[in-house]
Nanobody, 123 residues
């Protein structure tokens, strides 16, 4: 079983930055692919970024060049650095982990989810 706890959300002005953290329980963190997803009001949950156990990263086109996903396997944490934030980035951001397999963008392929952290970007 894996438990995920996100932190770092908040209110920021357009153009600003935030860093989200996701702390994971369990001894198998370093072998798991991890992802970040978000859900804006009235919209479906969508892929943001993913990172494989050995470090390859993938991004949604809407955040490429502005967001960076990284991980610290020694501390069981995955990060999402968000720069040049836009009002359309406003959403609840969720951390997710796969039981097995490489990093992917499909939310149904992730087995464990955090409770989410709110990010609000004002114009």
């Amino acid at each position: 079983q894996v438990q995920l706890v996100e932190s770092g959300g908040g209110l920021v002005q357009a153009g600003g930055s935030l860093r989200l953290s996701c702390a994971a329980s369990g001894r198998t963190f370093s072998s798991r692919s991890m992802g970040w997803f978000r859900r804006a009001p009235g919209k479906e949950r969508e892929f943001v970024a993913a990172i494989g156990w050995s470090g390859p990263t993938y991004y949604a086109d809407s955040v490429k060049g502005r967001f960076t996903i990284s991980r610290d396997n020694a501390k069981n944490i995955v990060f999402l650095q968000m720069n040049s934030l836009k009002p359309e980035d406003t959403a609840v951001y969720y951390c997710a982990a796969r039981a097995v397999g490489m990093a992917v963008s499909t939310k149904d392929d992730y087995n464990y989810w955090g409770q989410g952290t709110q990010v609000t970007v004002s114009s």
